[in-house]
């Protein structure tokens, strides 16, 4: 069992950054691949970006002004958001699973609670 716990969510203006964490615990961290996906009102959850072993993924919306980092000697997942736009409103979701693809699919095996992202223009 895997156990995930964002924070770092927020109230921020347009062109401003703010950096999500995602805890990890219960299994071995280093293991697993890492993501996060985001889903705005009336939308569906998406896909934002992961991380395996040292390959990371990026939705195009975000390329370029989001970065995924993982410590695994701390078990945290980062998502640094720069250059935030109103569009990047939304509650933000960290997941885990042993497999990239299924994760980058939009099935992971393991999500967290989330954390709310509100950027105002």
């Known amino acids: 069992q895997v156990q995930l716990v964002e924070s770092g969510g927020g109230l921020v203006q347009a062109g401003d950054s703010l950096r999500l964490t995602c805890a990890v615990s219960g299994r071995t961290f280093a293991s697993v691949a890492m993501g996060w996906f985001r889903q705005a009102p009336g939308k569906e959850r998406e896909f934002v970006a992961s991380?395996?072993?040292?390959?990371?993924y990026y939705a195009d919306s975000v390329k370029g002004r989001f970065t995924v980092s993982r410590d695994n000697a701390k078990n945290t997942v980062a998502l640094q958001m720069n250059s935030l736009k109103s569009e990047d409103t939304a509650v933000y979701y960290c997941a885990a699973d042993r497999a990239i693809g299924r994760l980058n699919s939009g099935s992971p095996s393991y999500w967290g609670q989330g954390t709310q992202v509100t950027v105002s223009s």
């Open positions: 991380i395996g072993w040292t390959d990371t």
